[in-house]
């Protein structure tokens, strides 16, 4: 951390907690999910004299963590929701990964319990200004990147959510910060009552999970849900030029003041693209330029990312000095876009993060060059032919792996030569054969990692293995 250090204040912890046992103590509440933002949920609320439930369809073996909270006084249940009672239940508190339409939530809000995320649950209790970060792609490394600029500003940040440490563990540690910058999934904000960000950025929204979802529009709605609670005060970032974002944009989403930002076009207030530079204008201020040949980001989708960045830092505060010095130094996060080798004049970028056919679309628009693609997974309701033309222009060679290989080669099979492979490491090698000179291997599934892989991370950590095995 290059700003201040987080400090635990113990009148700040105990004022925090006191708070949060005000309302919990003695409370009937449920915790649907035991990963580990349900872990650490279960764990604040039996620290605030909560009586806790805690459950999950898998048994105990595959739950690290659960013997801690039975020696806390949990009463946890695994293997199913399965002798529940329900009818004294006050809150439920949801993990990101429970579908919003488990019987089991259902039952909890015909009974009348107030059924919450872990983000819903940790915001009411954190008194530090909120950013919080939202789209289909490129949350990770935005979050991540404003967080980095307000610490180099010379702040205490808390930078987690979706992303790394869930939210209500800052709330349980009392770490005292001045800034808490959030990565908020589309699961978190089906549940949002209270949730209001002092700065907001949605950032892009195309198909994805939509499996959990009654169609696009349903999953497009929810996005927006972000903004919802802004007052005037508030800053709502959007991306114009994405053109969902850009037609609902025009309606009323929320009371927050709007901060759009566009890499197509230039606006009168916003952060827009000139040339190679990045044009930041806030009314009755003069232009600030940013220009882009010196950043470690690479990539259009990155630009976009960037421009959301800058928006959320400047409004935090933090001088363009410090923004363009951080700059220079980010150079993203493991498995997005992240150049693992280069062998023979071939690149191998492991984006395993790229988990549905937007992010595919935009790793393939951002790659100089042809591509030798990686793709394939659990298959997560997209339609995969949206990329017909990207794939027609960009691919050289498509080894396709995983559940969805032969939905994949239906839809997209006829436009590049295809072959399928029935393991990563199969992939590798039927890629690294086909490789030449200029050629860019990138593993971007456009799935989920769960019918080969624990999660994106094990899958982008044994790509990057097998790469660096390559002779």
């Not at 910058?181 to 892009?204: M, R």
């Not at 508030?234 to 994405?242: G, P, Q, T």
């Not at 916003?270 to 009755?284: E, K, N, T």
Request: include cysteine; glycine fraction near 10%; charged fraction near 25%.
């Amino acid at each position: 951390m290059t700003g201040k250090t987080m400090t635990v204040e113990s009148a700040e912890k105990s004022g925090r907690m006191k708070r949060a046992a005000s309302v919990f103590s003695g409370r009937k509440t449920l915790v649907v999910g035991l990963a580990s933002t349900g872990l650490s949920c279960s764990r604040f609320l039996a620290k605030c004299g909560a009586s806790v439930v805690a459950t999950d369809m898998k048994p105990a073996s595959s739950l690290p963590g659960v013997k801690a909270l039975v020696d806390m006084g949990v009463d946890v249940r695994v293997g199913g929701h399965i002798g529940i009672n329900l009818k004294d239940i006050e809150t439920v508190v949801v993990s990101p990964g429970v579908p919003y339409d488990q019987p089991i939530l259902v039952e909890a809000r015909v009974s009348g319990a107030e059924v919450i995320s872990d983000m819903e649950l940790a915001y009411r209790f954190i008194d530090s200004s909120v950013i919080a970060v939202a789209g289909t792609n490129g949350k990770s490394t935005t979050t991540t990147l404003i967080g980095r600029m307000i610490e180099d500003a010379g702040h205490t940040v808390f930078t987690g959510g979706n992303l790394g440490t869930p939210a209500i563990e800052y709330v349980e540690t009392g770490l005292r910060a001045d800034f808490c910058v959030l990565e908020v999934s589309s699961f978190h904000l089906e549940t949002t009552k209270d949730f209001n960000p002092h700065i907001g950025a949605l950032l892009n929204i195309t198909e994805d999970h939509l499996e959990r979802y009654d169609g696009f529009d349903h999953y497009a709605r929810t996005k927006f849900r972000l903004f919802e609670n802004q007052t005037p005060g508030d800053w709502a970032i959007v991306n114009l030029n994405d053109p969902v974002i850009a037609r609902r944009a025009k309606t009323n989403f929320g009371k927050g003041r709007r901060m759009p930002f566009t890499s197509a076009g230039v606006l009168k207030e916003g952060v827009f693209l000139r040339g190679g530079d990045i044009v930041y204008v806030q009314p009755d201020r003069a232009e600030e330029i940013y220009p882009t040949a010196g950043f470690k980001l690479k990539g259009s989708h990155n630009v976009e990312n960037i421009m959301a960045a800058i928006a959320a830092a400047r409004l935090s505060g933090v001088e363009k000095g410090v923004i363009v010095k951080t700059l220079k130094s980010f150079t993203g996060l493991p498995h997005r876009m992240e150049l693992v080798r280069e062998l023979n004049g071939v690149a191998y970028i492991d984006d395993s993060k790229g988990t549905n056919v937007g992010a595919l679309d935009m790793a393939l628009r951002g790659i100089n060059g042809r591509v030798i693609l990686i793709a394939g997974g659990r298959d997560k309701g997209g339609d995969y032919k949206a990329l017909s033309k990207a794939v027609k222009e960009k691919v050289k060679f498509m080894v396709l792996i995983g559940e969805a290989r032969f939905k994949m080669k239906d839809s997209l099979g006829g436009f590049t030569d295809t072959v399928l492979a029935n393991r990563l490491e199969e992939a590798v090698s039927a890629a690294h054969t086909k490789a030449a000179v200029g050629d860019t291997v990138l593993l971007c599934p456009a799935c989920s990692s769960f019918d080969m892989f624990k999660d994106y991370k094990e899958r982008g950590d044994e790509f990057k293995r097998l790469v660096a095995a390559l002779r």
